[in-house]
């Protein structure tokens, strides 16, 4: 198929940097080739599962290629770990970028590309893949927190849907001041408060920092006995979504069992609407992934697994 041909819709993960980057470069895409922004839709993983593929032409990046999306005139710009392959889509795929650059190297193809626009891509690479060894990843992970703590719409408004007016926003300026001062205290509170949920898996309750910092750190000094750890975090609209991490390609594994998806070692998902708060959510994880759980943890799960 045609890769240029018009896109009905964008469609990208809500979720992180990756997605937001990616995102807006496909649409800053669609503008130069046809005149005008194709609309843009963000999601979490559990809500495209659900989502209908009724448009007769698509882009979408940063969610992992399915069966459903090989249809003619689909374009997937993707980097996540996939078995199936296309017969009718255009997948862009590879392991070893992110989605952003990959969506990137398509618009420098099509000529929208710019300095500003380069360093953007490149933080995002460096924050997306976790290359702890680049010089540049904490300044990186500065701009990932901006999309974790301020979330996917309120900084698209902020930044009238321009991916430019993100490089050394003051925003960048605040999550470089919060990463000194939290995580250090963040790790200290963190590291002593480990909670098993099962022999392989623990919650790490992180109640101030970057929590993927955090556990990354637990994972490296290897603080604890647990291959996979957890963080669970309750947002405003009320839905807990659960982050997995580890570094033995373990955590895509488990957040699929919770009809999650993401990385082999950085993972994530949405648990169900009945799940209301952090507690709830430890008892269930634990009745998911601990075959020793209680008959009586079995049927209160039971219960809530049914919305």
């Given at each position: 198929m045609n890769l240029l041909v018009k896109p009905d819709v964008i469609c990208t993960h809500e979720s992180d940097l990756d997605g937001f980057v990616s995102g807006l470069l496909l649409q800053a895409l669609s503008e130069k080739?046809?005149?005008?922004?194709?609309?843009?839709?963000?999601?979490h993983y559990n809500e495209w599962k659900n989502r209908e593929l009724r448009e007769k032409s698509a882009w979408i990046c940063d969610l992992a290629f399915e069966t459903r999306m090989d249809k003619p005139n689909y374009v997937i710009f993707d980097h996540h770990q996939t078995e199936c392959v296309p017969?009718?889509?255009?997948?862009?795929?590879d392991l070893n970028k992110s989605a952003g650059l990959i969506c990137y190297e398509v618009c420098k193809e099509n000529g929208v590309e710019s300095p500003v626009l380069d360093r953007i891509v490149q933080l995002n690479d460096i924050a997306d893949l976790f290359?702890?060894?680049?010089?540049?990843?904490?300044?990186?992970?500065?701009?990932?927190?901006?999309?974790?703590?301020?979330?996917?719409?309120?900084?698209?408004?902020?930044?009238?849907?321009?991916?430019?007016?993100?490089l050394n926003h003051e925003l960048i300026k605040v999550m470089r001041v919060k990463r000194e001062i939290e995580d250090p205290i963040g790790l200290e509170w963190a590291k002593n408060r480990v909670r098993k949920i099962s022999?392989?898996?623990?919650?790490?309750e992180c109640i101030i920092g970057n929590s993927n910092l955090i556990v990354h750190h637990l994972l490296d000094s290897k603080s604890t006995p647990y291959e996979v750890l957890v963080t669970l975090n309750r947002k405003s609209n009320g839905m807990v979504v659960v982050s997995l991490r580890s570094d033995n390609g373990e955590a895509l594994t488990y957040a699929?069992?919770?009809?999650?998806?993401?990385?082999?070692n950085a993972s994530?998902?949405?648990?169900?609407?009945s799940i209301?708060?952090?507690?709830?959510?430890?008892?269930?994880?634990?009745?998911?992934?601990d075959p020793n759980a209680s008959s009586e943890h079995f049927e209160r799960m039971s219960e809530l697994s049914l919305d």
């Open positions: 080739l046809f005149g005008k922004p194709a609309r843009l839709e963000a999601y017969q009718h889509a255009t997948l862009r795929h290359k702890k060894e680049d010089p540049d990843f904490l300044a990186a992970t500065d701009y990932a927190s901006v999309i974790k703590n301020y979330q996917f719409w309120n900084i698209h408004s902020l930044l009238g849907g321009k991916l430019e007016p993100l022999e392989r898996v623990g919650y790490v699929r069992h919770l009809q999650g998806g993401g990385h082999a994530g998902a949405t648990l169900p609407r209301k708060n952090i507690p709830d959510a430890i008892s269930y994880l634990t009745q998911l992934f």
